[in-house]
């Protein structure tokens, strides 16, 4: 999986709506916070607001607030809502996916990367990023990468 720009800043950018809590946060509030280019913020919010994560607020007060709980998000839906599927393989579903010879395991391996991502992602939810806390599931992992022996070049 590749973390786009795209992704990185639709999940900073609903991780400062889930910590500001009712106070609804402008474009330029939440570019400023996040040092996320403002014109690209307001596209991935419409499209965040398009998939129902977030509603704009008028007036001068107004901004952005989230659509529902912080903890009814997770970081898998913001990402589905920018970016589409977790895990694609050329565009195909995983599931009835077949290859002859040697590579005939290779769809369990995408199946598992898939499932892995999905522990991950579904797992962890805005209010945790909020709340500066993670999942077991999430620690490990990150754990894990960072206890590798093998240092792979970013």
């Known amino acids: 999986m590749r973390i786009t720009a795209r992704t990185d800043y639709a999940v900073r950018a609903m991780a400062e709506l889930a910590a500001s809590g009712e106070t609804p946060l402008t474009a330029e509030q939440l570019s400023d916070r996040q040092d996320i280019p403002v014109r690209f913020l307001f596209g991935i919010l419409g499209e965040l607001r398009l998939a129902g994560l977030v509603h704009s ?27 589409g599927s977790l895990a694609k393989v050329r565009d195909l579903s995983l599931t009835g996916l077949e290859y002859p010879g040697p590579a005939a395991v290779l769809p369990d391996v995408w199946r598992a ?10 797992t962890a939810t805005l209010a945790d990023l909020a709340q500066g806390t993670l999942p077991e599931v999430v620690q490990q992992r990150a754990q894990e990468y960072t206890a590798d022996v093998r240092h792979y070049g970013e």
Request: aromatic share 2%; proline share 3%; net charge positive.
């Open 113 to 122: 990367v898939r499932t892995s991502l999905r522990q991950v992602l579904e």
């Open 57 to 83: 607020v008028r007036g001068p007060r107004g901004g952005y607030l989230l659509a529902t709980t912080a903890a009814e998000i997770s970081l898998a839906d913001v990402i589905r809502a920018v970016d």
